[in-house]
């Protein structure tokens, strides 16, 4: 074991309180050309790996599927050839089927094409989805035989609702026609709800959720108020009971679209709204992911103008990826972001202002570069909205062109483990409520083969990790890997990998450890 920036030096022996296991792998070989596999979870029944091949047939285009138990061992393999008008669009999965959804692009034609896969078989059924206007699509659910689909026309929001069993579409009501956007489609138990953005009357950002039942019809809606001067940006919900909604989300200035804060609100029928905010300020660990410097820096700051009795204002760009329920407490985890350009020079050969061509002015312009990813965010909640605890997880180096969920969460018991990969290792903490068990912990993507080496310098950040089934995860991507000894092996060769990924708990003879600093230890 190497130790790189911080040694914890514990009274008595004790070991790690988690470790990282890997005890499967599955791999396919790529040509140099040939782009990675789309995964797609199907819980305990295992992970269907699946893409486009470069393959023709009449207007078609071969689809290659193959399905594999939770050991990563192959079940069956299934090749279509689907209609090369036929754009995909998004995907589910939901009682032992995979749920597949494409655009239409025959001339004159705005219908969807949904396709229905057995898990166990890889057996297919089609349903042409009638649709008279043209959807830009931004979320595809499955639920109890029931298509829900959402999107924009006109930059006005829609959500449709389509039956298998009755061949049928409707738009759900009192969405459309509203200027609002689309936040959140969610099936919980026998309630759809949509989360969407609205306005109050007096033109102050805030929240609705309008609720349906599962043949689509109109339930409810309720509109959240926040406080004066206050604007809520964006939310996430979780689901308390069918007598009412919770959402947990970020706040700003009124029409801001930087937050100041995470809020957590709660609407029951009879009981009316109650509403909790809680300023970057205030929290206890949000700024832990910054250096030590820059850290005394901003708590003396904060310190200073509370004394003075001034408001603490923080502007972040902040996710709510997923709200967790555990026994008795709601887990928020997000991810803050800022956006980055570059800076670039554009020559001009025409001298502006004379009648010749020669050296001209030098114009500097701001081009879109990603969002870079600062630290992860996780608050505990008890069930009537108090904050418990908070803490952070710094995520290094992320830059990506699309909004994305990196860090994942996984509780055991009162530890709460989370994660990320990158750079082809995998990046964990594990925290217990405010306090930090085990600071950031890299673990190298597990191989095939003892030799087998994936050079980091040349190494493109292809895949992710997602959440399985149970206590364990998958890592998936391309790598690029080098093997100088091991026999019967290729020298070289591109793969694309998928990793299970699971933990061992809490060992027994783990001592207690309270309030550690995000030391980074190395496992070779």
Not at 456 to 483: D, P, R
Request: glycine residues 8%; hydrophobic residues 35%.
């Amino acid at each position: 074991m190497r130790i790189l920036l911080s040694v914890f030096f514990i009274a008595g022996s004790a070991a790690l309180l988690a470790q990282v296991h890997q005890p499967d792998r599955f791999e396919i070989e790529l040509t140099p050309y040939e782009d990675e596999y789309n995964v797609l979870s199907a819980e305990e029944e295992g992970v269907l790996v699946y893409r486009e091949m470069s393959e023709f047939q009449s207007g078609s285009q071969k689809w290659k599927f193959t399905m594999l138990d939770t050991t990563l061992t192959e079940q069956w393999e299934k090749e279509y050839f689907l209609d090369r008008d036929h754009i995909y669009k998004g995907y589910d999965y939901d009682e032992n089927n995979f749920y597949f959804l494409f655009r239409i692009t025959e001339r004159g034609s705005h219908d969807l094409m949904l396709i229905q896969m057995n898990a166990s078989t890889g057996d297919t059924l089609n349903y042409r989805i009638k649709n008279l206007v043209p959807l830009r699509l931004e979320a595809f659910e499955m639920a109890n035989g029931a298509a829900i689909i959402g999107g924009y026309f006109n930059e006005d929001p829609v959500v449709m609702y389509y039956g298998l069993e009755s061949k049928k579409t409707k738009v759900l009501p009192g969405i459309y026609g509203n200027k609002t956007e689309l936040v959140q489609v969610k099936i919980e138990k026998d309630i759809i709800k949509v989360l969407v953005t609205e306005r109050t009357f007096d033109k102050r950002n805030t929240l609705a959720i309008k609720t349906y039942d599962l043949q689509g019809n109109y339930l409810d809606n309720y509109v959240f108020k926040p406080e004066e001067d206050t604007g809520l940006i964006f939310g996430r919900v979780a689901e308390i009971n069918n007598e009412g909604s919770l959402i947990c989300g970020t706040y700003g200035a009124r029409k801001s679209d930087y937050s100041r804060g995470l809020f957590i609100a709660q609407h029951k029928k009879d009981e009316g709204q109650v509403m909790q905010y809680f300023n970057f300020a205030d929290l206890d660990n949000f700024f832990a992911y910054m250096k030590a410097k820059r850290q005394e820096r901003v708590a003396n700051k904060i310190t200073r103008k509370k004394v003075k009795g001034k408001k603490v204002k923080f502007n972040y760009r902040l996710l709510v990826h997923e709200i967790i329920e555990s026994e008795d407490s709601y887990i928020m985890l997000g991810e803050a972001f800022y956006i980055k350009y570059n800076n670039s020079q554009s020559f001009s050969r025409y001298n502006v202002g004379t009648n010749y061509y020669g050296n001209g002015p030098n114009y500097n312009t701001m081009t879109f570069a990603g969002y870079r990813y600062t630290h992860a965010v996780v608050i505990g909640f008890d069930k009537k909205g108090n904050k418990l605890w908070d803490n952070s997880f710094q995520i290094e180096d992320v830059l990506t062109y699309s909004l994305d969920q990196y860090v994942h969460a996984d509780v055991i018991d009162d530890k709460v483990i989370l994660l990320y990969l990158y750079n082809n290792e995998i990046r964990t903490k594990i925290i217990s409520g405010s306090d930090v068990l085990e600071g950031k912990l890299y673990d190298e993507v597990k191989m095939s083969f003892a030799d087998d080496y994936v050079n980091k310098n040349n190494y493109s950040n292809i895949g992710g990790l997602e959440k399985w089934y149970g206590h364990n995860f998958f890592a998936y991507g391309v790598q690029k890997i080098k093997n100088l000894r091991d026999s019967g092996v290729k020298l070289n060769r591109k793969v694309f990998y998928i990793n299970k990924i699971s933990y061992d708990g809490v060992t027994p003879d783990a001592v207690e450890i309270s309030k550690l600093s995000e030391g980074e230890v190395k496992i070779p």
